[in-house]
């Protein structure tokens, strides 16, 4: 049974920073091109990042740029977001994903439950 499981998540101030992590299980990791996925109330889901296998960074949405990082462990099956300069519109629950099923990475075979991120102002 595959598992994607959120860790990291919480309440941060405007201007701090915030890693979360996501623990896989029951998929052979290190093969997975895996991302992180948002969305806030109100809001449709957005794409925040994706990296591959191997550990390059495929893809980095424009408003995160210059302030958020993924990066995965293979051998510990951990993927992880380091999210700085954090502002209150980056508050959403975000989801870890695994296995993109499109070129676009839009769909993604797997999803975690999510962890929720605030941010205050």
């Known amino acids: 049974q595959v598992q994607l499981v959120e860790t990291g998540g919480g309440l941060v101030q405007a201007g701090g920073s915030l890693r979360i992590s996501c623990e896989a299980s029951g998929i052979t990791f290190s093969v997975y091109t895996m991302g992180w996925f948002r969305q806030a109330p109100g809001k449709e889901r957005e794409l925040v990042a994706v990296?591959?296998?191997?550990?390059?960074?495929?893809a980095l949405a424009d408003s995160v740029k210059g302030r958020f990082a993924i990066s995965r462990e293979n051998a510990k099956k951990m993927l992880h977001l380091q999210m700085n300069t954090l502002k209150p519109e980056d508050s959403a629950v975000y989801y870890c994903v695994a296995g993109a099923m499109k070129r676009d990475y839009s769909e993604f075979t797997y999803w975690g439950r999510g962890t929720q991120v605030t941010v205050s102002s």
């Open positions: 990296i591959a296998a191997g550990g390059e960074t495929l």
